[in-house]
């Protein structure tokens, strides 16, 4: 991988800088400091595909710990 991509904006057509957001996953999960391309006009942010997958990663393992949570709740009640 030594070419380098260029990227734009979809709504926008502006300029992506490699910057951080703020995740909000489908599960009430905000994670925060997530590196993605940002734009320079919009601010609209992109999250890349292995950073996705990084957090597709966290969700599951926040996931199972959830459940272990519960689990514990349940039986202390
Ligand atoms: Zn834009």
Redesign the pocket.
Known sequence: MSKRMEMK??????Q?KGGKTEYNSPMGIIIRGVPALI??????AYITGQVAEILDKIEDFVDEKLKEATAIVQTET
Not at 9 to 14: I, K, M, Q, V
Not at 39 to 44: D, I, M, N
Request: proline share 0%; with cysteine; glycine share 24%.
């Open positions: 904006c979809h709504y926008c057509g502006g992506l734009c320079t006009s919009c601010g609209k």
